[in-house]
């Protein structure tokens, strides 16, 4: 069949924005520590685990409700309503405490789009309504559900007195006795990706940016806001708020060794690492054919499930592979990427 476009419609870009706090960093740390799923591959794992064995009791319990409720999500939320006017710890607790009851549960609960703003402010009233909505529309998401009926239930002073306590004793502990070093390192990164993001359009620089991930442009979304972190390497962290699609990607080894022309990209490292291992790559080969659930996976390679999934969560942290309604999928722009990655480091 033959096409011809007469149309002249330009494909549509999206805005990309770049911002850095260490108040991310605290929130990026609170929520990662109490994630068991991803614990094992965080490459401050052994940090953490050091931590939690000189941390305060009063932090410890805070974090334990945390990972009971997913509070983390309210930090996330909060941050980007409050958009770091200020990185002082104690303007933001004072934002927090500020907020009315009706407010701070409208901000807490997901953004799912622009649609569903009204089910979402009625919500925050106390709809029980709209509650099920809400429920209904983030049920693909696991946590979402509960973490929703938690927002409707809690008592808000409760909620806000935890939120306030957790941050600034997370912060207060492992953030400020390296806030000078810390604030180098994500500064570094946040000045080199503004000097690349002037070289590559939107599609290009969400990739470069994130170690191989493709985001096209979606409906009523204009932005694409990339904040880097150290905390949840090697991962990128994905999220949405109004109007605007999240990134938390990992900062790279160049922003973190800076003037070291010899080290590469942590991303380039990563893939090479998951690539260097015969059932990973059985496991590419296999996901190069077509999309696979995880039984499907074990079953055609003869692998243990639990073998199966941690090769799976070392290919999906080197961004090679992800997961799409329940099925894993290689990630061809970032399989396809590593020569020129590699051509890239040997050059520079």
Request: net charge negative; proline share 3%; glycine share 4%.
């Amino acid at each position: 069949m033959y096409v011809l476009n007469i149309a002249g419609r330009q494909r549509e870009y999206y805005q990309i924005l770049l911002d850095y706090s260490l108040l991310w960093e605290s929130a990026l740390g609170i929520a990662a520590i109490t994630n068991s799923r991803l614990f094992d591959t965080l490459e401050k794992k052994s940090e953490f685990e050091r931590q939690l064995e000189t941390m305060p009791r009063e932090l410890s319990l805070e974090l334990k409700y945390v990972e009971k409720n997913n509070t983390w999500k309210c930090l996330f939320q909060l941050l980007h309503s409050y958009q770091i006017t200020s990185p002082e710890v104690n303007k933001f607790v004072a934002y927090i405490n500020d907020l009315p009851e009706e407010e701070l549960k409208f901000i807490c609960l997901p953004y799912i789009g622009d649609n569903a703003q009204e089910i979402r402010k009625r919500a925050a009233q106390g709809s029980k309504e709209s509650l099920h909505a809400l429920k209904d529309l983030t049920s693909e998401i696991s946590f979402f559900p509960t973490y929703i009926e938690f927002i409707n239930q809690v008592n808000v002073a409760e909620l806000k007195n935890h939120l306030i306590s957790v941050f600034s004793k997370w912060y207060e502990s492992f953030i400020h006795p390296i806030s000078e070093e810390l604030n180098t390192i994500l500064k570094n990164d946040f000045e080199n990706k503004a000097v690349m993001q002037k070289k590559m359009n939107a599609e290009e620089f969400v990739g470069w940016a994130t170690g191989g991930i493709s985001y096209v442009p979606e409906p009523s979304i204009q932005n694409v806001l990339l904040i880097p972190q150290l905390t949840y390497r090697p991962w990128n962290i994905e999220s949405y708020i109004e109007g605007t699609k999240v990134f938390y990607y990992p900062v790279s080894n160049e922003s973190i060794n800076l003037g070291d022309r010899y080290l590469p990209n942590y991303f380039l490292i990563q893939k090479h690492k998951a690539l260097g291992d015969e059932v990973r790559l059985r496991m590419v080969k296999l996901l190069f054919e077509r999309d696979y659930t995880l039984q499907e996976i074990t079953e055609k390679l003869e692998l243990g499930k639990s073998t199966a999934h941690h090769h799976l969560k070392i290919l999906r942290a080197a961004t090679l592979v992800e997961v799409k309604s329940s099925k894993y999928r290689l990630r061809d722009a970032s399989l396809n990427s590593i020569y020129k990655e590699l051509e890239l480091y040997l050059n520079q």
